[in-house]
């Protein structure tokens, strides 16, 4: 992956990238039906006002597709994975919370030395060190 494809892919910062995380988990699962956009509000609990801004994130960087669709009488968005989203690898959940699995730096980082200033990599460190054994 180039840089300025590592650029392209590149998930917000601080707060929203879990949430990110969590909303393309559920749009994953849900395979060719899909899952419509409020349900998802339901599940995560997410504020529609700021759900919508993710969601157009997400389908802007090619990740989700976004329908207009009527169920139940009512205009509602439909979302489904893309192929580029179906190509990114589940990874198992020991190996979940580590920050560079996820960065669009990573092919990059040791070029660049980041990791020696890298938050996302010092929280993950200092939550681990932290953590109950
Ligand atoms: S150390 Fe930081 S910048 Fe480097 S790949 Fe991991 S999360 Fe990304």
């Keep these: ?9 590149k998930l917000s910062e601080g707060g929203g990238e879990q949430l990110e995380k969590r909303i393309l988990d559920i749009v994953a699962a849900s395979g060719d039906a899909g899952v419509l956009q409020r349900d998802i509000w339901h599940l995560l ?7 919508s801004k993710i969601i157009k994130r997400l389908e802007k ?3 989700l597709s976004r329908e207009s669709i009527v169920y139940k009488g009512r205009k509602v968005y439909l979302l489904k994975p893309t ?22 730096f990573l092919v990059i980082c040791g070029e660049i030395s980041r990791i ?14 932290l953590a109950p054994t």
């Design 61 to 63: 960087i090619g990740l």
């Design 83 to 104: 192929p580029k989203l179906r190509q990114i690898p589940k990874l198992p959940p020991s190996l979940d919370t580590i920050p560079c699995f996820y960065c669009p």
């Design 45 to 51: 609990n997410v504020d529609s006002r700021r759900g």
């Design 1 to 9: 992956m180039s840089h300025s494809e590592a650029k392209e892919l």
């Design 116 to 129: 020696l200033s890298c938050d996302k990599m010092n929280k993950w460190l200092l939550d681990s060190a």
